[in-house]
C-alpha cells in the first residue's frame, strides 16, 4: 500500500507541476498577485509529494519489498542496510527520483526563502524550475517509472556490488545536488530574459545558489574519484572516462558562473555573460545526466541501456537547451550592460578566469563527444584518452592557475598589476624554492615535475600572503591583526581557501603523475620485495566470508628498515548476487604518501600476483578539494551583500562612463 | 479502501494549499522596483559596516556609495506602468478548472501505470528461507578467521575442506584442499577430496589440474576406483570415447557386486557406447540413448542436420545466457568434433569474454582449448 502511496503522491506531483508551470508564468504576464501567488504553496506541495514517493520507494528497498520490480532488479534481502537504502539512488530509476526530488527542494527554497524577491521574478524562476519538473516527471513516469509492480518474487537480484561502498554510496546525492542546484542559476536566467532584466536581486540569489550548487558539485566528483581510487584497484584517481567528463564540465562551468556572478553581484557587469554561462553550466549537467543515462556511455555508471530513454531525454535536451538558448538569442540585446571596467581590473582578471575555463571545459566537451558523434555518423570507433586532455586542457590550466593568485590582488575597476606582483614576490620567492628542491631531489624525474610543484606552492602561497596582506601581518602589532584577521569576511577567507584549496590538488596531482612507484610481483607465501623505502611481505591468504560475498583475503607485513609499520590485508571478492568479482585494495596512509596493495590472480602453487603501487602525496588531491568545498560552505555563510569598491581614476586617466 | 481515502487525502490537501492564494483580494502587483531598491539600501548599509570595520577605507566606502546610488537611480527611472489587475471573474473559472483537472488527470495517469490492488510483499511477510544452522555457521567463521590469522595452518584447511565440501562452496573447498595438499603433503584423501571439490566446482568437468591429482593417486594407490572413474570422464569430455567405454567396462569388471556405483557406471557406459555408435555411423555425437535411437532412424544427411541444429541451438542458448561454463565447453567440443575449428574459436573467445576476471573459468577454458589444440 505504501508504494502505491508513493506511486499516487508522484503521478500528483506531475498534476501539481504543470499548475506551477502553467499559472505563475501567466500571472506574471498579466501581473495578477493572485495567480503568482500560487507557486510558492504548489512549489512546497511538489516537495512534499516527492518526499512521500521518495519515502515510499525507501521503504520498499528496506523491507525488501519484491513485488516492486525496481526493488526486485537492484536489491536483495541479505545485502546491508546502508546498501538497501543507497540501493534507491543506486539504478536509473530510483535515481531520477532523486534527481527531482533535489530540484523540488531547490523549487521550495526559493519559496520559502525568496520572500526579498521581487514577486514577478519569483513567479517566473519557480514556472521556469516547473517546466524542469515537469519534462523530468513524465520521463520518469512514462519511460522510468520506479513503482512498476510485479508478480512478487522470492528473492531480488542484488545490487552490482562494485556500487556497494560507503563513498559510492554518497557520490550520487551529492553529484546530483550539484547538477540540480545549477538550474537555480538557470531558471534566474530565463526568468531574467523573460522579463528582459536582471535587477540588483538577481545577482544576489545566484551566486550563492550557484556556490552551494558548486560546493555539491565539488564533493561530489571528489567522492567519486576517491572511489575510483580505492574500489577499482588501478591506483589512478581520473581516467578522462566520458562520465567522470561529463560531471567535470558542469563544474568547469560553475566555476566559471561563480566568478562571473560575483562580477555582477559586486559591480553589476558582465550580466549578458552571466546569463548565457547559467544556462550554459545547467545545460552541461543536463548533457551529464544524459550521457550517464542513455546508456551511450559504457561504462560502469550507465546502468540504464535503454535507447527509447535516451530518445526521452534527448527530446528533453533539445527542448530545454533549445529554447533557453533561443530565447538568449531574441532577448539578450534588450538586457542592459552593467558597468566598464579597465582590462586590468579584478573584474578584468575574472574574465581571463572565465575565458580559459569556458575554453577548458569546450576541451573536455570536444574529447568527450567527439568520439560519440564520430561513431554515431561513420561506425568508427575511436577512443580519446588522456594524451588529448594533457595537450588541450592542462596548457589551458596551466595560465588560468599562474594568474590565479593576481586576482584577488588587482583592485575593482581598474588595477595595478606591477603593484600586485610585488606584493606577491614573497609568494614568487616561494615557489622558486620549491622549484629548485624538488628539481635537485628528484634531478632524474619528468623535468615538468619541479615546474608543476612550483605551481601548486605558487598558488597556495600566494592565497597565504593575501591574506597576510589584508591582515597587516608584517608591519602591525599583533592584536592589530588579531583584530583585522576576527574583522575580515568570512567570504575573503572563503575566497583564500579555495584557491589554496587548487593549489594543493595541484601539488598532490603533479607529484603523483610524475613520481607514482609501480611493482608487479609474483609472491609466494613469505616473499619480500621493496618499493618506496618500505619492504613487504607476503604471508599468504585465506578466504573469508562477508555478509554477501565472499573473498580471499591476502596477509601482507609492512615494514621499514626493519620496525613493523602496518599489515595489509588487500582482498579479491565474489559477491553472491550478482556473482561478479570486485578487488579490494589495501591502502596504508604515510605523510609522504599512499602504499597501495592489491591482490591479484592466484598463480599455481599458492603464489598470488601483487601488485604494488606507492602514489606520492596522492591525498592532497582530495584534501584540496575538500578545503575548496569547506571553503565555499565559508563563503555561504556570509549572508551579507557582497560590494566591490571601485578604484576611482586618478587625475589623467578618463572615467569609462557607466 | 484505505489506500483511496489516502488518495483522496493528500489530493485535497494539497489542492487546498495550491488554490488557496486565488481566494485573496485582488491586489495590485507591487512595483517591481521596490525589491530591488531595497537591495540598493542593503548595500549601502553594507559599505557604511565594512568602513566601520577597517575593511574598507573612507576613500573606497566612497566610490562604492557614489557608484550604488548611481544604481539606485538607473533602477529608479524607467517608470513602468503597472498593467491593471486581472479582472476579479477569471479566478473562479480558474479555480474549477484546477480543482477538476489535477484529479482527473492525475487519477487517469495513475490507473494506467499504478496497480492498486496489489499488496505489498516485503521480506518479513514471508516464511524465512531455511537457514544453515547458525552454530556450524559461527564454527566456520572461527575457523576461517583462525586461518586468516595463520594461512601456513595446514591443519585448518584439512578441517574446513570438507565442511566447505558438505556446504557446497565447491570453490572454497578445492581451494582449501590444494592448500592442505600443498603444506601438509599429498595423501590420497587429500587428493581424492580435491578431485572431487574441482569436479563439483567445474559443473562437472574433469579440469586439468583435477586429472593430475587422480594421476597421482593412482599412483599412491593403484587401482583406486574413483580416480580410475574420474580418468575415464576426462577421457570422455575429450571426445576419447573408445577408451573412455573401455575404462568404464574394466572398473565394472574390477568392482564387487554389491559395489554402490555399478549402477550409475554402467548407464554413463551405455550412454557412451551409444555415442560411439552414433560417431561410427553418423560421424558426429548424439546428446543421449533417447536421441540416438530417434537418429537411427535418419538419413545421414538429416542426422547431420539434426546435429548441426542441436549445436546450433546450444550456441543461440549460450548467446543469451552467457555465464553456463559447462555449456561454452560442451560447444567448443563439439565445433572441435564437427570440425568446425573456425566458430570453436569463436565460441572460445566469446565464453572467455563472458568470463573476464572469472580466472578459474578462464583457467578451464585454456585448459580445454590447449587439449583440442585451438591454440590461444
Given at each position: 500500500?505504501i508504494?502505491?502511496?508513493?506511486?499516487?503522491a508522484?503521478?500528483?506531483?506531475?498534476?501539481?507541476?504543470?499548475?506551477?508551470m502553467v499559472?505563475?508564468?501567466?500571472?506574471?504576464?498579466?501581473?495578477?498577485?493572485?495567480l503568482?501567488?500560487?507557486?510558492?504553496?504548489?512549489?512546497?506541495?511538489?516537495?512534499?509529494?516527492?518526499?512521500?514517493?521518495f519515502?515510499?520507494?525507501?521503504?520498499?528497498?528496506?523491507?525488501?519489498?519484491?513485488?516492486v520490480?525496481?526493488?526486485w532488479?537492484?536489491?536483495?534481502?541479505?545485502?546491508?542496510?546502508?546498501?538497501?537504502?543507497?540501493?534507491?539512488?543506486?539504478?536509473?530509476e530510483?535515481?531520477?527520483?532523486?534527481?527531482?526530488?533535489?530540484?523540488?527542494?531547490?523549487?521550495?527554497?526559493?519559496?520559502?526563502?525568496?520572500?526579498?524577491l521581487?514577486?514577478?521574478?519569483?513567479?517566473?524562476?519557480?514556472?521556469?524550475?516547473a517546466?524542469?519538473?515537469?519534462a523530468?516527471?513524465?520521463?520518469?513516469?512514462?519511460?522510468?517509472?520506479?513503482?512498476?509492480?510485479?508478480?512478487?518474487?522470492?528473492e531480488?537480484?542484488?545490487?552490482?556490488?562494485?556500487?556497494?561502498?560507503?563513498?559510492?554510496?554518497?557520490?550520487?546525492?551529492?553529484?546530483?545536488?550539484g547538477?540540480?542546484?545549477l538550474?537555480?542559476?538557470?531558471?534566474?536566467a530565463?526568468?531574467?530574459?523573460?522579463?528582459?532584466?536582471?535587477d540588483?536581486?538577481?545577482?544576489?540569489?545566484?551566486?550563492?545558489?550557484?556556490?552551494?550548487?558548486?560546493?555539491?558539485?565539488?564533493?561530489?566528483?571528489?567522492?567519486?574519484?576517491?572511489?575510483?581510487?580505492?574500489?577499482?584497484?588501478?591506483?589512478?584517481?581520473?581516467?578522462?572516462?566520458?562520465?567522470?567528463?561529463?560531471?567535470?564540465m558542469p563544474?568547469?562551468?560553475?566555476?566559471?558562473?561563480?566568478?562571473s556572478a560575483?562580477?555582477?553581484?559586486?559591480?553589476?557587469?558582465?550580466?549578458?555573460?552571466?546569463?548565457?554561462?547559467?544556462?550554459?553550466?545547467?545545460?552541461?549537467?543536463?548533457?551529464?545526466?544524459?550521457?550517464?543515462?542513455?546508456?551511450?556511455?559504457?561504462s560502469?555508471?550507465?546502468f540504464?541501456?535503454?535507447?527509447?530513454?535516451?530518445?526521452?531525454?534527448?527530446?528533453?535536451?533539445?527542448?530545454?537547451?533549445?529554447?533557453?538558448?533561443?530565447?538568449?538569442?531574441?532577448?539578450?540585446?534588450?538586457?542592459k550592460?552593467g558597468?566598464?571596467?579597465?582590462?586590468?581590473?579584478?573584474?578584468?582578471?575574472?574574465?581571463?578566469?572565465?575565458?580559459?575555463?569556458?575554453?577548458g571545459?569546450?576541451?573536455?566537451?570536444?574529447?568527450?563527444?567527439?568520439?560519440?558523434?564520430?561513431?554515431s555518423?561513420?561506425?568508427?570507433?575511436?577512443?580519446?584518452?588522456?594524451?588529448?586532455f594533457?595537450?588541450?586542457f592542462?596548457?589551458?590550466?596551466?595560465?588560468?592557475?599562474?594568474t590565479?593568485?593576481?586576482?584577488?590582488?588587482?583592485?575593482?575597476?581598474?588595477?595595478?598589476?606591477?603593484?600586485?606582483?610585488?606584493?606577491l614576490?614573497?609568494a614568487?620567492l616561494?615557489?622558486?624554492?620549491?622549484?629548485?628542491?624538488?628539481?635537485?631531489?628528484?634531478?632524474?624525474?619528468?623535468?615538468?615535475?619541479?615546474?608543476?610543484?612550483?605551481?601548486?606552492?605558487?598558488?597556495?602561497?600566494?592565497?597565504?600572503?593575501?591574506?597576510?596582506?589584508?591582515v597587516?601581518?608584517?608591519?602591525?602589532?599583533?592584536?592589530?591583526?588579531?583584530?583585522?584577521?576576527?574583522?575580515?569576511?568570512?567570504?575573503?577567507?572563503?575566497?583564500?581557501?579555495?584557491?589554496?584549496?587548487i593549489?594543493?590538488?595541484?601539488?598532490?596531482?603533479?607529484?603523483?603523475?610524475?613520481?607514482?612507484?609501480?611493482?608487479?610481483?609474483?609472491?609466494?607465501?613469505?616473499?619480500?620485495?621493496?618499493?618506496?623505502?618500505?619492504?613487504?611481505?607476503?604471508?599468504?591468504?585465506?578466504?573469508?566470508?562477508g555478509?554477501?560475498?565472499?573473498?580471499?583475503?591476502?596477509?601482507?607485513?609492512?615494514?621499514?628498515?626493519?620496525?613493523?609499520?602496518?599489515?595489509?590485508?588487500?582482498?579479491?571478492?565474489?559477491?553472491?548476487?550478482?556473482?561478479?568479482?570486485?578487488?579490494?585494495?589495501?591502502?596504508?596512509?604515510?605523510?609522504?604518501?599512499?602504499?597501495?596493495?592489491?591482490?591479484?590472480?592466484?598463480?599455481q602453487?599458492?603464489?598470488?600476483?601483487v601488485?604494488?603501487?606507492?602514489?606520492?602525496?596522492?591525498?592532497?588531491?582530495?584534501?584540496?578539494?575538500?578545503v575548496?568545498?569547506?571553503?565555499?560552505?565559508?563563503?555561504?555563510?556570509?549572508?551579507r551583500?557582497?560590494?566591490?569598491?571601485?578604484?576611482?581614476?586618478?587625475?589623467?586617466?578618463?572615467?569609462?562612463?557607466? | 479502501?484505505?489506500?483511496?481515502?489516502?488518495f483522496?487525502?493528500?489530493?485535497?490537501?494539497?489542492?487546498?494549499?495550491?488554490?488557496?492564494?486565488?481566494?485573496?483580494?485582488?491586489?495590485q502587483?507591487?512595483?517591481?522596483?521596490?525589491g530591488?531598491?531595497?537591495?540598493?539600501?542593503?548595500?549601502?548599509?553594507?559599505?557604511?559596516?565594512?568602513?566601520?570595520?577597517?575593511?574598507?577605507d573612507?576613500?573606497?566606502a566612497?566610490?562604492?556609495?557614489?557608484?550604488?546610488?548611481?544604481?539606485?537611480?538607473?533602477?529608479?527611472?524607467?517608470?513602468?506602468?503597472?498593467?491593471?489587475?486581472?479582472?476579479?471573474?477569471?479566478?473562479?473559472?480558474i479555480?474549477?478548472?484546477?480543482?477538476?483537472?489535477v484529479?482527473?488527470?492525475?487519477?487517469?495517469?495513475?490507473?494506467?501505470?499504478?496497480?492498486?490492488?496489489l499488496?505489498?510483499f516485503?521480506m518479513?511477510?514471508?516464511?524465512?528461507?531455511?537457514?544453515?544452522?547458525?552454530?556450524l555457521?559461527?564454527?566456520?567463521?572461527?575457523?576461517?578467521?583462525?586461518?586468516?590469522?595463520?594461512?601456513?595452518?595446514?591443519?585448518?584447511w584439512?578441517?574446513?575442506?570438507?565442511v566447505?565440501?558438505?556446504?557446497?562452496?565447491?570453490?572454497?573447498?578445492?581451494?582449501?584442499?590444494?592448500?592442505?595438499l600443498?603444506?601438509?603433503?599429498e595423501?590420497v584423501?587429500?587428493?581424492?577430496?580435491?578431485?572431487?571439490?574441482?569436479?563439483?566446482?567445474?559443473?562437472?568437468?574433469?579440469?586439468?589440474?583435477?586429472?593430475?591429482?587422480?594421476q597421482?593417486?593412482?599412483?599412491?594407490?593403484?587401482?583406486?576406483?574413483?580416480?580410475?572413474?574420474?580418468?575415464?570422464?576426462?577421457?570422455?569430455?575429450?571426445?576419447?570415447?573408445?577408451?573412455?567405454?573401455?575404462?568404464?567396462?574394466?572398473i565394472l569388471?574390477?568392482?564387487?557386486?554389491?559395489?554402490?556405483?555399478?549402477g550409475?557406471?554402467?548407464?554413463?557406459?551405455?550412454?557412451?557406447?551409444?555415442r560411439?555408435a552414433?560417431?561410427?555411423?553418423?560421424?558426429?555425437?548424439g546428446?543421449?540413448?533417447?536421441?540416438?535411437?530417434?537418429?537411427?532412424?535418419?538419413?545421414?544427411e538429416?542426422?547431420?542436420q539434426?546435429?548441426a541444429q542441436?549445436?546450433?541451438?546450444?550456441?543461440?542458448?549460450?548467446?543469451?545466457?552467457?555465464?553456463?561454463?559447462s555449456?561454452?565447453?560442451r560447444?567448443?567440443?563439439?565445433?572441435?568434433?564437427?570440425?568446425?575449428?573456425e566458430?570453436?574459436?569463436?565460441?572460445l573467445?566469446d565464453?572467455r569474454?563472458?568470463?573476464?576476471?572469472?580466472?578459474?573459468?578462464?583457467?578451464?577454458?585454456?585448459?580445454?582449448?590447449?587439449?583440442?589444440?585451438?591454440?590461444?
Amino acid at each position: 500500500m505504501i508504494v502505491e502511496l508513493g506511486h499516487f503522491a508522484l503521478v500528483l506531483a506531475l498534476a501539481i507541476a504543470l499548475v506551477q508551470m502553467v499559472l505563475p508564468l501567466w500571472g506574471a504576464q498579466t501581473r495578477d498577485v493572485r495567480l503568482m501567488g500560487m507557486a510558492e504553496p504548489a512549489a512546497l506541495s511538489q516537495l512534499t509529494l516527492l518526499l512521500i514517493s521518495f519515502l515510499a520507494l525507501t521503504h520498499a528497498y528496506v523491507t525488501s519489498d519484491f513485488s516492486v520490480e525496481n526493488v526486485w532488479a537492484n536489491s536483495h534481502s541479505l545485502k546491508p542496510l546502508l546498501y538497501k537504502i543507497s540501493g534507491v539512488w543506486g539504478n536509473h530509476e530510483g535515481s531520477m527520483l532523486l534527481w527531482v526530488l533535489i530540484l523540488a527542494a531547490f523549487g521550495a527554497a526559493v519559496a520559502l526563502f525568496g520572500g526579498n524577491l521581487p514577486a514577478r521574478l519569483r513567479a517566473n524562476v519557480l514556472g521556469v524550475q516547473a517546466v524542469i519538473a515537469v519534462a523530468f516527471l513524465l520521463f520518469i513516469i512514462f519511460a522510468s517509472n520506479p513503482f512498476t509492480r510485479i508478480p512478487p518474487q522470492p528473492e531480488g537480484r542484488g545490487l552490482n556490488p562494485i556500487l556497494q561502498d560507503p563513498a559510492l554510496a554518497f557520490h550520487p546525492p551529492f553529484l546530483y545536488a550539484g547538477y540540480v542546484g545549477l538550474s537555480m542559476a538557470f531558471s534566474f536566467a530565463i526568468a531574467a530574459l523573460i522579463e528582459g532584466r536582471t535587477d540588483a536581486a538577481w545577482a544576489r540569489w545566484v551566486r550563492p545558489w550557484t556556490l552551494a550548487a558548486w560546493v555539491c558539485l565539488t564533493l561530489g566528483i571528489a567522492m567519486g574519484s576517491w572511489w575510483a581510487y580505492y574500489e577499482l584497484g588501478w591506483g589512478g584517481w581520473w581516467f578522462w572516462d566520458p562520465v567522470e567528463n561529463a560531471s567535470f564540465m558542469p563544474w568547469l562551468a560553475a566555476t566559471a558562473l561563480l566568478h562571473s556572478a560575483l562580477v555582477m553581484e559586486k559591480r553589476e557587469a558582465l550580466k549578458v555573460w552571466t546569463v548565457l554561462l547559467a544556462i550554459l553550466a545547467f545545460s552541461l549537467s543536463l548533457m551529464g545526466t544524459f550521457l550517464v543515462r542513455s546508456g551511450v556511455l559504457t561504462s560502469v555508471h550507465a546502468f540504464a541501456v535503454d535507447p527509447r530513454r535516451g530518445l526521452f531525454i534527448l527530446m528533453i535536451l533539445v527542448l530545454l537547451i533549445g529554447g533557453a538558448l533561443a530565447l538568449y538569442a531574441r532577448r539578450a540585446p534588450q538586457l542592459k550592460q552593467g558597468g566598464l571596467f579597465a582590462p586590468i581590473s579584478r573584474e578584468g582578471s575574472l574574465v581571463l578566469n572565465n575565458i580559459l575555463l569556458t575554453t577548458g571545459c569546450a576541451t573536455v566537451f570536444i574529447g568527450t563527444l567527439y568520439p560519440l558523434a564520430l561513431e554515431s555518423i561513420t561506425g568508427a570507433k575511436i577512443s580519446v584518452g588522456p594524451p588529448y586532455f594533457n595537450l588541450t586542457f592542462v596548457p589551458l590550466m596551466v595560465p588560468l592557475l599562474l594568474t590565479m593568485p593576481l586576482g584577488p590582488y588587482l583592485a575593482w575597476k581598474r588595477g595595478d598589476l606591477l603593484g600586485a606582483m610585488q606584493r606577491l614576490a614573497a609568494a614568487g620567492l616561494a615557489a622558486l624554492v620549491a622549484l629548485v628542491v624538488a628539481a635537485a631531489l628528484y634531478w632524474r624525474g619528468p623535468w615538468l615535475a619541479p615546474f608543476g610543484i612550483a605551481l601548486g606552492v605558487w598558488i597556495v602561497a600566494g592565497a597565504l600572503s593575501e591574506w597576510a596582506m589584508r591582515v597587516k601581518l608584517m608591519g602591525a602589532g599583533a592584536a592589530e591583526v588579531l583584530r583585522r584577521a576576527r574583522n575580515l569576511p568570512r567570504s575573503a577567507y572563503g575566497t583564500m581557501l579555495a584557491h589554496a584549496g587548487i593549489g594543493l590538488s595541484v601539488l598532490g596531482i603533479v607529484a603523483t603523475t610524475a613520481w607514482q612507484s609501480e611493482r608487479v610481483i609474483a609472491m609466494r607465501p613469505g616473499d619480500r620485495a621493496d618499493i618506496a623505502g618500505y619492504e613487504i611481505t607476503f604471508r599468504g591468504a585465506a578466504p573469508r566470508r562477508g555478509p554477501n560475498y565472499s573473498e580471499q583475503v591476502g596477509l601482507i607485513a609492512l615494514t621499514r628498515g626493519g620496525t613493523p609499520v602496518t599489515e595489509l590485508s588487500p582482498a579479491k571478492r565474489i559477491y553472491d548476487a550478482p556473482r561478479q568479482a570486485t578487488t579490494e585494495a589495501a591502502i596504508h596512509v604515510g605523510w609522504r604518501g599512499d602504499l597501495y596493495v592489491v591482490l591479484g590472480d592466484e598463480q599455481q602453487g599458492g603464489g598470488y600476483v601483487v601488485r604494488v603501487y606507492f602514489n606520492p602525496l596522492v591525498r592532497l588531491i582530495w584534501i584540496g578539494a575538500v578545503v575548496m568545498a569547506f571553503a565555499g560552505l565559508l563563503s555561504l555563510s556570509d549572508r551579507r551583500l557582497r560590494v566591490g569598491a571601485p578604484r576611482r581614476a586618478r587625475g589623467a586617466l578618463p572615467a569609462p562612463a557607466e | 479502501m484505505l489506500l483511496w481515502v489516502g488518495f483522496a487525502v493528500l489530493t485535497a490537501v494539497v489542492l487546498a494549499a495550491v488554490l488557496a492564494p486565488l481566494g485573496r483580494p485582488a491586489r495590485q502587483d507591487e512595483p517591481a522596483e521596490s525589491g530591488t531598491l531595497a537591495v540598493y539600501r542593503h548595500q549601502l548599509d553594507e559599505v557604511e559596516a565594512d568602513r566601520a570595520r577597517g575593511v574598507m577605507d573612507a576613500g573606497e566606502a566612497e566610490a562604492a556609495r557614489l557608484e550604488i546610488s548611481r544604481r539606485m537611480l538607473n533602477a529608479a527611472s524607467p517608470a513602468r506602468s503597472a498593467v491593471s489587475a486581472a479582472a476579479a471573474g477569471r479566478v473562479r473559472p480558474i479555480a474549477i478548472a484546477v480543482a477538476a483537472l489535477v484529479p482527473l488527470l492525475t487519477l487517469a495517469v495513475y490507473l494506467t501505470h499504478g496497480s492498486p490492488n496489489l499488496p505489498s510483499f516485503p521480506m518479513t511477510a514471508r516464511s524465512k528461507a531455511p537457514q544453515p544452522s547458525t552454530q556450524l555457521d559461527g564454527l566456520i567463521a572461527k575457523v576461517e578467521e583462525r586461518l586468516r590469522a595463520h594461512p601456513e595452518d595446514g591443519e585448518g584447511w584439512d578441517v574446513i575442506a570438507p565442511v566447505y565440501f558438505k556446504l557446497e562452496r565447491f570453490r572454497d573447498a578445492a581451494d582449501a584442499y590444494a592448500r592442505a595438499l600443498r603444506l601438509k603433503g599429498e595423501t590420497v584423501k587429500r587428493l581424492a577430496g580435491f578431485v572431487e571439490a574441482s569436479v563439483f566446482a567445474a559443473d562437472g568437468i574433469v579440469t586439468e589440474e583435477a586429472r593430475i591429482a587422480c594421476q597421482k593417486i593412482l599412483k599412491l594407490e593403484p587401482g583406486r576406483h574413483e580416480a580410475r572413474f574420474w580418468l575415464a570422464l576426462a577421457k570422455e569430455q575429450d571426445g576419447q570415447l573408445g577408451e573412455a567405454l573401455a575404462d568404464y567396462k574394466q572398473i565394472l569388471a574390477d568392482s564387487p557386486a554389491d559395489a554402490p556405483w555399478r549402477g550409475p557406471l554402467t548407464e554413463r557406459a551405455e550412454a557412451v557406447s551409444a555415442r560411439i555408435a552414433a560417431v561410427t555411423k553418423g560421424g558426429a555425437p548424439g546428446p543421449s540413448a533417447t536421441d540416438m535411437a530417434a537418429a537411427q532412424k535418419l538419413s545421414p544427411e538429416q542426422r547431420a542436420q539434426m546435429i548441426a541444429q542441436m549445436v546450433d541451438g546450444l550456441a543461440e542458448r549460450l548467446k543469451r545466457e552467457g555465464k553456463d561454463l559447462s555449456g561454452w565447453l560442451r560447444l567448443v567440443n563439439a565445433y572441435v568434433v564437427l570440425d568446425r575449428k573456425e566458430e570453436a574459436r569463436a565460441a572460445l573467445a566469446d565464453a572467455r569474454r563472458n568470463f573476464g576476471g572469472d580466472d578459474r573459468a578462464l583457467g578451464e577454458l585454456d585448459t580445454l582449448a590447449k587439449r583440442l589444440g585451438l591454440g590461444s
